[in-house]
């Protein structure tokens, strides 16, 4: 039997109904004949306004617990809403939140940004198995987390991606759909240009690195839970079914869930271009990389600070990129010189838990720090870290970073 998870964010849920079309959406699917399982956020904008009415009425004062408490009511209230709402289409259905022991989702006693606790999650989530092999419909509160001693917790704002994800993954559900309230992943945010453009698709970890930049439509550490196997999807709520098309989300590559550390076999060369007003004109960075994209060089990566630009490629392309860029230093009067420099080794550290884990960073570059090797350049995205060391140091460099992860 299909076992879906549907969230619905608060605008889907915005009012009365807007309640009883999601309600009818969910029911729609469980006539169809499949397991459902309701996440939902508060309604609109409760947690908004329930923060503000905190800050305004005793500002700082508050402790965490009060806080997590209080904003936790928005999830609290629309859960019951929204059960009743498919109790009375006929249907049976049950909402779950934090003081009940079905609960299924367990956190640390970080009481406003909770991380969560996978194993004990992945264990207390079954009980919600039990609820739909009776044929009832769970309704969970998003965003909401219980920590070791009974306490209300939250997983940040935007939490209810999480849950959704969360509870998608330990139940093994064929899909998670995410109802909000525009019609997909767009080219864009919709509500800031116009001319946005509806995504069809949309890989895990493009979505992850436009969430982490701040496309508010999905957060960015629910994809953690995002398995290959699960279908997912952003739908638009005015649909009012949950077999809509909106953005399918695909992925991530089998080998992106596992923690690696590679070594790239071959070197790489650096080529550095200083000029003093680098950052101050338009039109360098392109004269550059265009150039080398001209000749076919691929760029493997690249930084800019105050006064020098430094580009990384294959050492096999690193005396014709010498060249080349060396052309566009003697025609542009904003750049005076340029350096081929040694060969480097690239190490390539990823993992899907960095994306929530603090710390990583020092704690991959301590073991270089303490052996005295030095790091030539370090760049990080929200699952990765890269880190370039000299060509001699890269073997060693390799076994100490590989030995912190494992
Ligand atoms: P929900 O309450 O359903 O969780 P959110 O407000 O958290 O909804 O997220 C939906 C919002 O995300 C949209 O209203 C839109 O303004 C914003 N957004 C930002 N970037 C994008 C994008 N690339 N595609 C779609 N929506 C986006
Ligand atoms: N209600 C919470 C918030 O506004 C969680 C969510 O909407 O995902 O942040
Ligand atoms: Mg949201």
Redesign the pocket.
Known sequence: MELIVA??????IGNGRRIKKAARSVVKEYMKGKKVVVVV?AINKTTDELLQIVDEAMEDAVTEKQLAEIVSMGEMTSVRIFSSAIEALGVKSEYIDPFMDEWPIITDSNLLNAKVDFEATEKKSKELLKLLDQGIIPVVCGFLGRDPNGYITTLGR?G??ITAFLLGHCLKADEVI???????????????LQG?K??DKISVEEMRD?ATH??????PHALKYKDPDINAK?IG?EHGDLSAPG?EIIGPSKNKMVKTTTLNPEPISVVAVVGEKILNKPGILAKLTSKLAENSINIIGISTGQNSVTIFVDKKDADEAHRLLHDVVIADDNLSSLSLGRDIAMITISSPDFIDTPGIISEITKPLRDNDLNIVEISSSQTSVVIFVDWNDGKKAYELVRGVLE
């Open positions: 969230k619905f964010g608060g605008t889907s956020s935007g209810s991606d995410i109802v909000t309230d525009v019609g997909g992943v767009m080219s864009t945010d919709p509500n800031k946005a509806k995504l436009l701040g496309a508010q439509v999905l957060h952003i709520f953005t």
